[in-house]
Structures are given as structure tokens and as C-alpha cells.
T-cell receptor
Framework: RKEVEQDPGPFNVPEGATVAFNCTYS??????FFWYRQDCRKEPKLLMS???SGNEDGRFTAQLNRASQYISLLIRDSKLSDSATYLC???????????FGTGTRLKVLA | DTGVSQNPRHKITKRGQNVTFRCDPI?????LYWYRQTLGQGPEFLTY????????KSRLLSDRFSAERPKGSFSTLEIQRTEQGDSAMYLC????????????FGEGSRLTVL
């Protein structure tokens, strides 16, 4: 089983739609979780950290489910500019190493 | 610009040649990471430093790869005797020396081995 797993997509959604991605992780001792956004041929950029209580930033909401070992990202009112790959990141317990998922590709269609 | 800086941004080389990439992290960050990314995949961990100490190396980092961070500031990643399979984007990231903090990436160095 991979340490961090994501559905690669693509998720094709119309503008204005709500879309959600999940990411599962294998090590229950992981403590730090993040979502990054990556545009084609660019570097990953931090979208948001994921806290135990969940967090929201504008149209974006991230949640952590420790019991089922997954994190989620919800995007409301999708914009064309949200089209990108969304990477899930989890720390490797006991270290400061961060493991990335393969990413979920989102295409928002006009 | 006070972000992570990488150079060269692009490198085309012939198989068998050596290449070196440089990364300058955000100045107050004491952790520095190297990742490799190929098309359609997420970044794969290669190695990381805390100050000048290399704390972990991935099994992906064969003996042809070496990374250094001699004074705890900039870092270099050298690939000796390049192979076509080394073609990838090499990403550097840095972070503060605290638990639970995110990584901040440079723009990457794209390697093409002919």
C-alpha cells in the first residue's frame, strides 16, 4: 500500500460546481497534513495546512479524519482558475520528511 | 525576492555527463529538502538537511547522486554519469525548523538527459 494515495482524476467539473477530493494515508502516527496546488510545469504551492479541527479559507475547506486515515479538500463555487493538480502531503512520523501523493487533476470547464 | 531560488532552471546534457544543481533556501529556514518529480507523478523525496547535517536519504538516491549543504545555507545536488532515467524536475524546498510547518518550493531545475 502506498504511504499517501490520491485518485489521479481528472475531475472535470463545470464552473460554479462543488468538488471534493480525498487522500488516504497509511501511517496512523502521521501528525502534519497539507494540501498543495501545482500548475502545469510549475512548482507546488501551499494551498492550506490541515488541522485536526478542520479549516476553511474562502471557498476551500480541508478536513482530517484520523479514524479513517484520510484528509479531504472541498472546493466550492469552482472557478476556471482552480484548474490545477492538487497534491496531498503527509509527514512521515518521527521525522521531518514529507510524503506527497501523486496528485488529483482538476479541470473546471466553462 | 526572498523565496527559494534554484539554478539552473533548465539543463540539457548527454548521457554520462555530470550535472550539478544549486538551491538557495529562504534565509531563516534551517531545513532544506530535495525532491524529484516526473510527469504525472507527485514529488518523490530524495533527501533533507537540518542545517548542514544530511538527516535522511531515500533509496531513490543511488550512489550516483550526492547532495551537500556545507555551511547550512545553500545546497547542491550532483548527479554523476547521468542516465536517461534521470530526466525529471528536481525540486528544492525549505522550511523552518519546527514541527508541522509546511515546505516552500523553488521553481525547480528541469533536467533532460539525451
Amino acid at each position: 500500500r502506498k504511504e499517501v494515495e490520491q485518485d489521479p482524476g481528472p475531475f472535470n467539473v463545470p464552473e460554479g460546481a462543488t468538488v471534493a477530493f480525498n487522500c488516504t494515508y497509511s501511517n496512523s502516527a502521521s501528525q502534519s497534513f497539507f494540501w498543495y496546488r501545482q500548475d502545469c510545469r510549475k512548482e507546488p504551492k501551499l494551498l492550506m495546512s490541515v488541522y485536526s479541527s478542520g479549516n476553511e479559507d474562502g471557498r476551500f475547506t480541508a478536513q482530517l479524519n484520523r479514524a479513517s486515515q484520510y484528509i479531504s479538500l472541498l472546493i466550492r463555487d469552482s472557478k476556471l482558475s482552480d484548474s490545477a493538480t492538487y497534491l496531498c502531503v503527509v509527514n512521515y512520523p518521527g521525522t521531518y520528511k514529507y510524503i506527497f501523493g501523486t496528485g488529483t487533476r482538476l479541470k473546471v470547464l466553462a | 525576492d526572498t523565496g527559494v531560488s534554484q539554478n539552473p532552471r533548465h539543463k540539457i546534457t548527454k548521457r554520462g555527463q555530470n550535472v550539478t544543481f544549486r538551491c538557495d533556501p529562504i534565509s531563516e529556514h534551517n531545513r532544506l529538502y530535495w525532491y524529484r518529480q516526473t510527469l504525472g507523478q507527485g514529488p518523490e523525496f530524495l533527501t533533507y538537511f537540518q542545517n548542514e547535517a544530511q538527516l535522511e536519504k531515500s533509496r531513490l538516491l543511488s550512489d550516483r547522486f550526492s547532495a551537500e549543504r556545507p555551511k547550512g545555507s545553500f545546497s547542491t545536488l550532483e548527479i554523476q554519469r547521468t542516465e536517461q532515467g534521470d530526466s525529471a524536475m528536481y525540486l528544492c524546498a525549505s522550511s523552518l525548523g519546527l514541527a508541522g510547518v509546511p515546505l516552500f518550493f523553488g521553481e525547480g531545475s528541469r533536467l533532460t538527459v539525451l
